[in-house]
């Protein structure tokens, strides 16, 4: 086995059934704050039968098609500053997919300069396309760190991209670990990394009030981009992972 697949969650790029009408699509690694750590993205068939992908990780052909085989791409989701590097690739191949991104991503600099488009921004309410299938919510963090979280409904899925981060320490290397787990991010009750809670916390009373209707909504499952998601306790556990704004 390769240093990638060892990282990875195997069969990478390809959809895996969560729910009815929910899928993720493993892949990576790739490299986030020097580490070397898995990503994912989410897929969702909406009641349209239109495919919305949230977070959208490496293209290819194979996985466009099959997607396709579901419906027409319509949406492709930037939830946070960090997961957009993506987008442009499936959007030069779905042109006719909206791309949506968190507040504050389209003047970001590495934005500007990448030419990605940027249909429309997001907020604090589900725009048409998805509402009544989706809820959504804004956590506004310091310093433009800002995450939109979704709520499949028909699932009790919440969806979050780097507000919880889960990495298994053997998924890690030598050096990789210890960072890791210095930055509050491993397995078993990982939260959001050390330079995201300390963003998070420069709007504390906002961003707890935030985490605190995810609870209320009680998932059953919690996906986020990065380790091993909670298929099962969901509400539970990430109240463990939210144990730095909550205590």
């Known amino acids: 086995m390769s240093a990638a697949d060892a990282v990875a969650y195997l069969p990478t790029d390809t959809l895996k059934a969560v729910a009815d009408g929910l899928w993720i699509v493993d892949s990576g690694p790739i490299s986030a704050m020097g580490l070397h750590v898995p990503v994912r993205m989410t897929a969702v068939q909406l009641r349209s039968g239109q495919v919305w992908l949230h977070s959208p990780t490496a293209y290819s052909d194979q996985l466009r098609m099959e997607?396709?085989?579901?419906?027409?791409?319509?949406?492709?989701v930037a939830p946070n500053i960090a997961h957009w590097q993506y987008v442009k690739d499936w959007q030069q191949r779905c042109p006719h997919a909206t791309t949506w991104a968190v507040p504050g991503l389209r003047s970001r600099a590495?934005?500007?300069?990448?030419?990605?488009?940027?249909?429309?921004?997001?907020?604090?309410?589900?725009?048409?396309?998805?509402?009544?299938?989706?809820d959504q919510l804004l956590i506004a963090g310091g310093f433009g760190v800002n995450e939109i979280a979704f709520f499949h409904r028909a699932s009790g899925t919440l969806i979050l991209t780097d507000f919880v981060e889960n990495l298994e320490p053997d998924k890690l290397g030598p050096v990789a670990r210890p960072l890791a787990k210095l930055a509050g991010a491993t397995a078993p009750d990982g939260m959001a990394p050390a330079h995201?809670?300390?963003?998070?916390?420069?709007?504390r009373a906002a961003v707890k009030a935030a985490a605190q209707q995810m609870l209320a909504w009680a998932p059953e499952r919690v996906i986020f981009a990065h380790g091993r998601w909670y298929d099962s306790g969901g509400t539970e556990r990430l109240r463990r992972s939210l144990r730095w704004l909550l205590d």
């Open 110 to 134: 590495p934005v500007i300069k990448s030419g990605v488009v940027l249909d429309r921004d997001l907020d604090a309410s589900p725009p048409a396309a998805w509402a009544g299938e989706l």
């Open 196 to 203: 995201y809670r300390f963003a998070m916390n420069r709007r």
């Open 67 to 76: 997607l396709q085989r579901l419906s027409p791409i319509a949406h492709l």
